[in-house]
Each structure stands twice: as structure tokens, then as C-alpha cells.
């Protein structure tokens, strides 16, 4: 290989369930070219006891790309490095290549419903969920357990990309 990348989503989010280092690619041996595609850290700020390990890591790489202008300035404060604001990778399919992948789900689901697709679902999200599903009667189904949150709706945890397709495309309602 030439070159090891990382990418993209919210991979360099430290606020979600845990900082994950391997998406630093702190593994990577060190004369190994380091880069990344589309990455976003999801967030305004890197909390003060992570700034180290991004400032670490970040500095290795030799490409950086981000979604987010914010990204960019992040990287910018962490590094001293200039990065590139890049297209979400998902939006420069069209939506038939989508469909075509949401067709190999083997998910059969009957009827409307809501779909939550939210890995850090707040508690106002959840809420939202909650007042959709009363007023027009709909189950809810989400991708992530509302985390320190009860929740009567479904909950697909091990859904695969095909999955997540389907749901998206057959919600009535997608939060």
C-alpha cells in the first residue's frame, strides 16, 4: 500500500460514546503515509483533555480533509496544518445508486413508522420522536439505544448499511 486512510463521518468525534484512537490511525507505523477523506469531527470544540492526542496524531498525517469549515479550523488550531473542505461522500451518489444498495436489505417492515437515525440521540430529539409517534400513531424505530434515555421503540443496533438504507427509504417520518 502507499498510503493509509481514514474516513469519514463523525470518526473524529471524541463526544460520542468514547475518543477511538485507531480512527487516528494510531497503529499506523510511523514511516507509513497517513491521510484521511471526508472526516468530521461533529463537534465545535475538542475537549481540553483530548487536544493532546488529536495535536499527536493529526500532526502524522500527510493529507487532511474535513467536511466542515469548522473541521478545517480545528485542524488548523490543533496542527498549525491546512486542510480541505471536502463534499460528504454520501451526497455525490445520486439516489438510485441508494436505492439499488437499500433493495439488498433483508428487512421486511409492514406499515409507516419513524426512524431514528441518530447515534447520540438527545433528549429533545428523543421527545420529538416520542410527540411524532402519539400523534400519528407510528412505531419507533432507531439505529442506536437513546442512550440514558427509555424508549418503547425498536431498536436496530446490528443493522447492516443495506439496513439502514431501508429504513431511511420506507420511514415515513426520519429524525
Do not use: H
Not at 111 to 126: K, Q
Amino acid at each position: 500500500f502507499d498510503k493509509i486512510i481514514v474516513g469519514s463521518d463523525c470518526v473524529w468525534n471524541g463526544e460520542a460514546f468514547t475518543l477511538e484512537t485507531a480512527y487516528l490511525l494510531d497503529f499506523v507505523e510511523e514511516d507509513v503515509k497517513k491521510g484521511n477523506f471526508a472526516s468530521s469531527f461533529a463537534c465545535d470544540m475538542i475537549p481540553d483533555g483530548q487536544k493532546e492526542i488529536f495535536k499527536k496524531y493529526l500532526s502524522k498525517f500527510k493529507t487532511l480533509s474535513v467536511r466542515e469549515d469548522r473541521g478545517k479550523e480545528l485542524i488548523k488550531e490543533l496542527t498549525g496544518k491546512e486542510a480541505t473542505v471536502v463534499l460528504d461522500p454520501t451526497l455525490v451518489r445520486d439516489q438510485f445508486f441508494w436505492s439499488e444498495i437499500a433493495a439488498e436489505s433483508k428487512l421486511q417492515i409492514k406499515g409507516d413508522y419513524i426512524f431514528v437515525a441518530e447515534y447520540a440521540i438527545s433528549a429533545a430529539l428523543l421527545r420529538d420522536a416520542e410527540k411524532l409517534a402519539r400523534r400519528y400513531n407510528l412505531p419507533i424505530y432507531f439505529l442506536y439505544p437513546p442512550k440514558g434515555k427509555k424508549s418503547k421503540g425498536k431498536i436496530f443496533f446490528k443493522a447492516s448499511p443495506q439496513d439502514v438504507l431501508y429504513l431511511i427509504q420506507n420511514a415515513k417520518f426520519v429524525l
